[in-house]
């Protein structure tokens, strides 16, 4: 049972660069989402997915984009890194309204400097 | 607009005492689901409870219990006789049926478990 599965756990992007986090799911969930979680916050939302080919921004989703071509992938972008988006990102799933679970993965600790 | 408040930033307590996190929520949605997950020092994210707002039934779980009340908009989470792998944060969510089930969280309460 792999569930939610984020890659790479940890990295360090320098100021300007891009990166792109993966995220993956075989529970063939249609609800997806990105979190992100600062020191001593809660999560807050970047973007979300109700299906494949649809997402939709979440609270905080400047200087993040993400695609849905697939029902398990789920990759968020960062174009242009700046040291505001050092933070641990947690992709999560769920089936959706009614079943609104959601399952994490283990996160990604990113770090820009 | 929907929120969770968890008022209390860091508790501590000695082993085998009981604790209560408070998490406060507010909504217009009648149909909702409120959730609590466990942060341990490791990182991740383990889910412990889902109530839906239909359904104030308490509900305990080993020596987890939870309180629901709708009249307050509360959801309370207590610990009875705690110990240190308890030390964790704690996170109360909600979620709402015409929000899409997106999940908006609190701020967490930082649990420690002293020996």
Redesign the interface.
């Known amino acids: 049972n792999a569930g939610v599965t984020q890659t790479p756990k940890f990295r360090i992007l320098k100021i300007g660069q891009s990166m792109t986090l993966q995220c993956t799911q075989d529970m063939n969930h249609n609800y997806m989402y990105w979190y992100r979680q600062d020191p001593g916050m809660g999560l807050k939302l970047i973007y979300y997915s109700v299906g494949a080919g649809i997402t939709d921004k979440g609270e905080v989703p400047n200087g993040y984009n993400v695609s849905r071509s697939t029902t398990e992938d789920f990759p968020l972008r960062l174009e242009l890194a700046a040291p505001s988006q050092t933070s641990v990102y947690f992709c999560a799933s769920s089936e959706g309204r009614k079943n609104t679970e959601a399952f994490f993965g283990q996160g990604t600790r990113l770090t820009v400097v | 607009a929907q929120k ?1 408040t ?1 008022a209390q ?1 860091e508790i501590s307590v000695v082993e085998k005492e009981d604790v209560t996190l408070d998490c406060v929520y507010e909504t217009r949605d009648t149909t909702y ?1 409120l ?1 609590w ?1 466990k942060q341990p020092p490791s ?3 383990v ?1 412990l409870i ?1 109530r839906n707002s239909f359904d104030e039934q308490n509900e305990i779980s080993g020596r987890y219990s939870w309180n629901f009340q709708k009249s307050t908009s509360s959801f309370n989470f207590t610990i009875t006789a705690s110990i240190v792998v308890d030390s964790a944060v704690y ?1 109360c969510a909600l ?1 709402t ?1 015409n929000q ?9 309460t930082e649990l420690s478990v002293k020996p």
Request: no cysteine; aromatic share 30%; proline share 0%.
């Open positions: 969770v968890q930033t689901y959730f997950y990182g991740e994210l889910f889902r996170f979620a049926y899409g089930g997106k999940l908006i969280f609190g701020q967490g």
